[in-house]
């Protein structure tokens, strides 16, 4: 049976019209005989919460140990919370605009950022 480690998990939240949906982000690296390459990651898409309760769906997955980013719109930054870290700003497009990222950009601009 292959092992593998797991980097901390990341929910990227989405807003499309009027509803957030989530990303779940994490990189798996095999560990053990024959070492393998790390790969990102990603869940589908799932759910949707109204854009008047986002700050609820931001604690529910911050109490369950994800990092959560998402674009707050006040500000036009996008931002990391979490328990561990507390709330700091995330890079990325100041527009809000998010794309699915490679494994480098995800270990360059998620991970190694804390």
Not at 19 to 27: C, E, I
Request: aromatic content about 14%; proline content about 5%.
């Amino acid at each position: 049976m292959q092992r593998f480690t797991r980097s901390r998990t990341f929910a990227v939240l989405i807003r499309e019209q009027g509803l957030y949906g989530a990303y779940m982000l994490y990189r798996k690296t095999p560990v053990g005989e024959g070492d393998g390459k790390p790969e990102l990651i990603d869940t589908v898409k799932r759910g949707f919460w109204p854009a008047d309760k986002v700050d609820d769906l931001i604690d529910i997955l911050k109490l369950g140990g994800l990092t959560v980013r998402y674009f707050d719109y006040t500000e036009k930054l996008w931002m990391d919370h979490s328990i561990q870290y507390g709330l700091v700003p995330a890079p990325g497009a100041r527009d809000g605009s998010w794309s699915f990222p490679s494994l480098e950009s995800f270990e360059r601009d998620y991970i190694d950022r804390i």
